[in-house]
């Protein structure tokens, strides 16, 4: 609470100025957005054509997504800037910005807004060190249904993951979540909310034990894809 509070006085004494590109505007000015924008059709899984919902047809079968969203790709520097900018210094300036830049991608894409939001967990070790889960500080700032202690993440992943073969990573992450309240979920859309996304390897098991709990279809929105 003391954290917040300090927070919004600090945004007070001292106006935003762009996470991006540090000009004395808003939290993320329009240029910046502009700049960092990933127009491209490709497919999320295997970076091969994807026409309409970022997932080829080949992939599709092997994955529970109906569709996956990013709005950058996580090898733009300016990206992941603001992305560093939001978990590690300005959440409270930046969470709403993103959230907007996000529910308008989700708009273009026709993501049905009649859906619960689940943001990804952070295990209960990693949000006390850090003070907040960054995926659903955006997921709350929606403005759609999110539900954000649904799903329970029971291990730590360790940051050598990203050195993993892409087949270790997938069976590392076994086991990783449990849904708590199946009922929630049952035989509704379900879109799932994260900061970045890599090989797909989390999103995809949160997925699959969301369709085990009973969830129908399932969507998943990143800021950014490596
Ligand atoms: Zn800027
Ligand atoms: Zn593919």
Same mark, same amino acid.
Request: include cysteine; hydrophobic fraction near 40%; charge should be positive.
């Given at each position: 609470?003391?954290?917040?509070?300090?927070?919004? &006085? !600090?945004?007070?004494?001292? $106006? $935003?100025? %762009? #996470?991006? %590109?540090?000009? #004395?505007?808003?939290a993320l000015c329009a240029s910046c957005a502009r700049a960092t &924008?990933?127009?491209? =059709?490709?497919?999320?899984? %295997?970076a091969g054509p994807a026409e309409k919902n970022n997932i080829c047809g080949q992939c599709s079968r092997n994955h529970d997504f109906e569709s996956i969203i990013w709005?950058?790709?996580?090898?733009?520097?300016?990206?992941? *800037?603001?992305?560093?900018?939001?978990?590690?210094?300005?959440?409270?300036a930046l969470a709403l910005p993103l959230a907007r830049l996000l529910s308008q991608k989700l708009r273009e894409h026709n993501i049905p807004r009649d859906i619960v939001v689940i943001p990804v967990p952070l295990h209960k070790n990693k949000e006390r060190e850090r003070g907040f889960n960054q995926a659903a500080l955006i997921a709350k700032n929606l403005g759609l249904y999110s539900l954000s202690t649904v799903a329970v993440r029971l291990k730590e992943t360790s940051p050598q993951a990203w050195t993993e073969s892409r087949r270790e990573r997938f069976k590392h992450m076994e086991n990783v979540f449990l849904i708590t309240r199946p009922e929630t979920v049952q035989n509704k859309d379900i879109l799932i909310i994260d900061?970045?996304? *890599? *090989?797909?390897? *989390? !999103?995809?098991?949160l997925a699959r034990v969301l369709?085990? &709990? /009973?969830? #129908? =279809?399932?969507? #998943?929105?990143? !800021?950014?894809? /490596?």
């Open positions: 609470m003391m954290y917040k509070v300090i927070h919004t &006085a !600090l945004d007070i004494l001292f $106006p $935003p100025h %762009c #996470a991006g %590109c540090g000009s #004395a505007s808003q &924008a990933y127009l491209g =059709k490709e497919c999320f899984f %295997c709005l950058w790709r996580y090898q733009n520097e300016k990206a992941r *800037t603001i992305i560093a900018a939001y978990k590690y210094k300005r959440k409270s900061d970045v996304a *890599t *090989t797909g390897a *989390t !999103l995809s098991e369709k085990k &709990a /009973g969830a #129908a =279809k399932i969507y #998943a929105a990143v !800021l950014a894809h /490596g």
